[in-house]
């Protein structure tokens, strides 16, 4: 019993060096320029790169050097992408009402013009048949 | 029972055109690789399986009455001919607006679209000279049917024989179950617009026959001159 105060602190002392010991070690203050001069020595190797692998790493080093830029960089982009796809889904609705309308046009015209050649059928035979009706009366 | 038959497809045509456009855009998902322009699919596979449709009872009636010479398969055969013009029509109006969209061109001449535009053309010129070639059209006119009525299958396979940028005719079995299930809505609507237009149109050859019967007695009483 008298070494409980003892296991106590050697628990409490164990804890708190296992807390510091997982604690992220803060990253060295980067230097702008020296990071910027780096950012620009990346390149885009078509023959060994992936065009969205290179670009990641541009923007990774980006972060790394300037965060609010690479933040401006990514809303630029989003807003870029808002719009390309925005004109992109305009464009293609257009089509498929206009493809939508073709057929629609095409089935009404169709019922409208049997619809009047109907019409134009039945008017020439009644008037046919009155007129043999007519003459065979004595 | 057949006008119970036509009014049945009447009605089924006309509810399924009016649900297609919801069907099509709330009910089918979207085809992610295709994007938006995916959606004229649902009209354009439809009117051409139709217009096939069309051709081969156009091309089989033409066979009976070359065979028969019973006026009956005449007017079956020059109405599904006017019908033929009217789905093929809807073909290849969609087909380039779509293709400008997927392709980026209106057209291509590879042998799927040339030989669906050939199809069209021949049951154009058969629609022109059944309506103007006068009497005794009725022969070459099924000739030229029954001739129409080969270039299906080479349309049809057109896409296996040949290298072609028009897509396979393994889509359809690939469509998932919302895209399928509105798919053959669509097809079930247009072949039940196909059955109300062909009945419609029989209705009309008839009157044309009755017209030219009134006309006839009309000359021999000497009503008209």
Redesign the interface.
């Given at each position: 019993m008298r070494s409980s105060p003892l296991l106590v602190i050697l628990a409490l002392t164990l804890y708190a060096g296992a807390a510091h010991a997982i604690q992220p070690v803060a990253a060295p203050p980067v230097d702008r320029a020296t990071c910027m001069q780096e950012l620009g020595g990346l390149v885009y190797d078509r023959e060994k790169d992936v065009l969205a692998v290179a670009g990641q790493r541009f923007m990774d080093k980006l972060r790394v050097c300037d965060s609010s830029l690479h933040a401006a960089a990514v809303e630029a982009v989003r807003q870029q992408i808002q719009e390309d796809e925005t004109a992109?889904?305009t464009?293609?609705?257009r089509?498929?009402i206009?493809?939508?309308s073709?057929?629609w046009g095409?089935?009404v015209a169709?019922?409208a013009a049997?619809w009047w050649?109907?019409r134009r059928?039945?008017d020439?035979?009644a008037v046919?048949?009155r007129?043999?009706a007519a003459?065979?009366k004595p | 029972m057949k006008r119970a038959l036509v009014i049945l497809c009447a009605v089924v045509a006309l509810v399924g055109f009016l649900a297609l456009p919801f069907l099509v855009f709330d009910f089918a998902p979207l085809a992610y690789e295709l994007y938006i322009n995916q959606k004229i699919f649902y009209y354009h596979v439809p009117a051409a399986l139709v217009s096939f449709v069309a051709v081969f009872v156009c091309g089989i009636s033409s066979v009976f009455f070359l065979v028969k010479r019973k006026p009956e398969y005449d007017d079956v055969a020059a109405a599904a001919g006017d019908l033929v013009v009217i789905f093929g029509g809807i073909v290849l109006t969609t087909g380039p607006i779509w293709a400008k969209l997927a392709w980026n061109t209106w057209w291509v001449w590879d042998a799927r679209l040339t030989s669906t535009l050939l199809l069209w053309m021949i049951f154009v010129a058969y629609a022109l000279l059944r309506r103007f070639g006068g009497a005794g059209f009725e022969v070459g006119g099924a000739g030229l049917a029954v001739f129409g009525m080969a270039d299906v299958p080479l349309i049809y396979f057109a896409v296996n024989f040949w290298k072609t940028q028009h897509p396979t005719n393994n889509v359809v079995p690939t469509l998932s179950g919302a895209m399928r299930l509105t798919f053959w809505i669509a097809v079930v609507s247009y072949i039940c617009l196909f059955v109300v237009l062909l009945s419609w149109r029989l209705s009309l050859r008839r009157a044309e026959r009755r017209l030219a019967a009134a006309e006839d007695t009309a000359l021999d009483e000497g009503v008209i001159a």
């Open positions: 992109k889904f464009k293609h609705s089509f498929v206009i493809a939508y073709v057929v095409v089935l169709t019922v049997m050649r109907q059928l039945l020439a035979i046919l048949e007129k043999i003459s065979v | -």
